[in-house]
């Protein structure tokens, strides 16, 4: 079967047959990519017997984000109704990744991932100027000394890093 384009823009795959009969997992703009390609090969000088062994029971695992051409055809694979665990298996990644894509995608209507917010400062930005205006109050106080009365929650070299982004070194 082969797969239309999607909005967006998103470059998509045609998919051949089965790996078993063609030989070929899938085919990529007129690339094709043999299915063996990703089992690793036995380069150990003691040989171990191939079966049952986790390399060749399960197919590889992919870590990360989906590229834009995963996410398209993830889209086009679903609309084309194959389930989640065969699209984990071709794009090599875990089904949940493929489910959780497509259900934000549903929910949004965006392929787009949106920035994380990242983890919340230690010192806020009042905390900094009480900082600044204690600092400059009693110049004669050590940072430990400031440190204890305004931020005892933060380290030192955090309240250090704070007063140096306002030029003030202690």
């Known amino acids: ?7 967006g823009s998103l470059v998509l795959a045609g998919i051949l047959g089965s790996p078993a009969s063609t030989g070929f997992l899938v085919k990529v703009l007129g690339q094709k990519y043999p299915t063996d390609r990703w089992l690793p090969s036995n380069t150990s000088k003691n040989p171990t017997s191939p079966i049952n062994h986790p390399s060749t029971t399960m197919p590889p695992q ?10 398209g055809r993830v889209v086009a694979l679903r609309k084309k109704e194959i389930s989640f665990s065969e699209i984990g298996e071709l794009l090599h990644c875990p089904k949940s990744t493929v489910q959780t894509f497509h259900n934000r995608f549903q929910k949004r209507g965006d392929a787009n991932t949106l920035p994380n917010p990242g983890r ?3 010192i806020t930005t009042r ?7 204690e600092s400059k109050k009693a110049r004669h106080q050590t940072l430990s000394e400031l440190r204890n009365d305004v931020a005892p929650h933060a380290s ?3 309240v250090k890093r704070a007063l140096a982004s306002v030029n003030i070194k202690k």
Do not use: S
Request: charged content about 25%; proline content about 3%.
């Open 62 to 71: 992919k870590t990360g984000y989906l590229t834009e051409f995963e996410k």
């Open 156 to 158: 030192l070299d955090t």
């Open 120 to 122: 919340a400062k230690i």
């Open 127 to 133: 905390t900094c100027r009480h900082l600044v205006r």
């Open 1 to 7: 079967m082969t797969v239309a384009a999607v909005p």
